[in-house]
């Protein structure tokens, strides 16, 4: 793409015209008179601070007066086409731009505005023309060399272009991004063996780690990998402190089943201050699932004590390093990094909510709504806070706390679909601890208004109504959805076969209970449940065998000890 700033083009004033009725200028060769020069001069004079103080319309007035007594005046010409360039009335500049030039050739800016007007009309061979004119009659004028050379790539003589960008290094030097210019037009000459020769100056003149960075990406970009590696190594024993480099060279060690190698080169990067915190973590976050399959996710954790110790009580360290220990499955050891992170930044929402997650799956339900609190302190519009304080109270069957928690939550999650979803299934849970069972029902209608296919409302609504033996088709309809989709899921299966079971349909629950205990995982109540269907098939031995197992496996209801002992079913 052709790129070419027309730096000295300002177009930030008003439009306007050129005087009406103008006389013609004077074209015959006959010599001004004393009294026609100093009008001349007067008028040149007036338009020039009428130009400096930027009124352009009485200065191109001016100007015009003085070209119509002195037609042979090529700065009055130039400045009339600077004032129409003011206006980007491009086209209108051009023959005054042209006539200052073939008036005084010795002026090297006529060449400029002439070159870049030509440009705006697209008219690239007189642009090119007048920068070939310029660099001969002038000297100093090296910067545009750039838009001569893109003007060649443009006008598809890459030859010429590269002769001009060989003229640029001779005057500036040789530096990346003229480099990058001439390797994509020997690309596109097919001459590969030139380009790789515009890199391997490049580095004889300037071995920096970005130039061998550069190098190697076109190496591989070039489908020559195999040099790569001597490459590299060449690099860093030159740039034996580059960071860059030995954090490349170790992801290919590291892609190449090096590992060992691979992290070694990481030792000098991670005790580096000057190097980012995210880009060292970044890197072993990346690397950390193959280390794991390769029984060394030790190594990494060394590492990151390290980190820790170079970069002390910094947040980004201590709550990526949670990230790193949660990743690994250590989710104390990760819940430690983390809230040593709050202490040093609270205002993190994303480490609050894996604190809060953390605790969560630990069961410490206390923990969770006491942080909840905490971070609702910082961020009390936060609808996920809710949801977790709610879930918390309600694991601790807290269900009037539950449901303000909730409640609140779902004021606040009003635009988030999945989170809304989520709290209106939980609202079911706790409505229906409380006994409300309307609201219950109302809150997982809800739920499934937002989404038919919730797994939690469906199984928890049809178990409710099962137990409650209220609307046992609807319950089983919903039931069976989820045991279709879900064919060995043991919780489903069980909320399946107990609505069979309400509905007195028993030998359809039994193969539905039986697939569930043949399954893995299975809690007592399913072994009692299981042995109910059994009594009431009028398999009381049987019955009494399946509340045994259940009562062993736990989880089982509070009747089951009572069950056992008379031999009885109790509902």
């Known amino acids: 793409m052709l790129i070419i700033l027309i730096s000295t083009f300002s177009l930030q004033y008003d439009s306007f015209g050129q005087r009406k009725g103008n006389k013609k200028k004077k074209v015959n060769n006959k010599p001004l008179t004393e009294e026609e020069i100093f009008q001349a001069e007067f008028y040149f004079i007036e338009a020039e601070k009428f130009y400096l103080i930027e009124d352009f319309a009485k200065s191109l007035d001016m100007f015009n007066r003085s070209l119509e007594i002195n037609s042979k005046n090529a700065a009055a010409n130039y400045k009339i086409a600077e004032i129409y360039v003011q206006d980007e009335k491009f086209e209108d500049a051009l023959p005054f731009a042209i006539k200052a030039k073939e008036l005084d050739p010795d002026n090297k800016y ?230 040593q992170a709050v202490k040093e930044d609270e205002g993190k929402f994303e480490v609050w909510q894996n604190i809060i997650v953390i605790e969560t799956e630990l069961g410490n339900f206390d923990k969770v709504i006491s942080q909840c609190e905490r971070a609702k302190e910082i961020y009390p519009n936060q609808a996920l806070l809710y949801f977790y304080g709610g879930a918390a109270h309600l694991m601790k069957k807290n269900y009037k706390e539950s449901i303000y928690e909730m409640e609140k939550g779902v004021r606040y999650a009003r635009r988030d679909k999945n989170l809304l979803n989520a709290l209106y299934g939980q609202l079911g849970d706790a409505y229906n601890g409380l006994g409300n ?80 205990i043949s399954l893995e995982g299975v809690d007592g109540i399913i072994f009692e449940h299981y042995g109910d269907v059994l009594f009431k098939l009028g398999r009381k031995d049987e019955a009494v065998s399946q509340w045994q197992k259940a009562k062993n496996v736990g989880m089982a209801s509070d009747l089951i000890d009572k069950k056992i002992a008379d031999r009885k079913l109790y509902e």
Not at 303 to 325: C, P, R
Not at 466 to 492: C, D, I
């Open 110 to 339: 006529y060449y400029i505005l002439n070159a870049k007007l030509s440009l705006q009309q697209g008219d690239y061979t007189s642009a090119a023309k007048n920068y070939e004119e310029l660099f001969d009659r002038f000297e100093g004028n090296e910067d545009y060399l750039f838009d001569l050379a893109n003007i060649y790539e443009y006008t598809d003589e890459p030859k010429k272009s590269i002769s001009i960008y060989n003229r640029i290094e001779h005057v500036y030097g040789k530096y990346i991004e003229i480099t990058k210019q001439k390797e994509r037009i020997f690309l596109k000459l097919k001459d590969e063996e030139s380009a790789r020769g515009e890199w391997i100056n490049l580095l004889e003149f300037s071995p920096s780690p970005e130039n061998y960075l550069a190098y190697i990406d076109f190496l591989e970009k070039n489908n020559l990998e195999n040099e790569v590696n001597g490459v590299i190594e060449e690099a860093i024993i030159t740039n034996p402190s580059s960071n860059e480099l030995l954090l490349r060279s170790s992801k290919m060690a590291f892609n190449d089943g090096k590992f060992d190698k691979s992290l070694k080169l990481l030792e000098k990067p991670i005790k580096d201050k000057n190097l980012s915190v995210e880009t060292k973590v970044k890197t072993l976050l990346e690397y950390l699932p193959k280390l794991q399959n390769e029984n060394k996710v030790q190594n990494v954790l060394d590492m990151m004590a390290v980190l820790s110790e170079v970069h002390e009580s910094n947040f980004q360290v201590l709550a990526l390093t949670g990230d790193l220990y949660y990743q690994l499955g250590k989710a104390e050891e990760a819940l430690q990094y983390y809230e």
């Open 437 to 516: 069972f309307e609201e219950s029902d109302k809150s997982f209608e809800k739920a499934l208004e937002i989404d038919e296919n919730n797994t939690y409302a469906l199984n928890n609504y049809s178990y409710y109504l099962s137990l409650r033996g209220e609307n046992l088709g609807k319950a089983l309809e919903m039931s069976k959805v989820l045991t279709e989709r879900n064919p060995e899921n043991t919780s489903y299966l069980d909320t399946h076969g107990w609505a069979l079971y309400k509905s007195g349909k028993y030998k359809e629950s039994k193969k539905v209970f039986e697939k569930a």
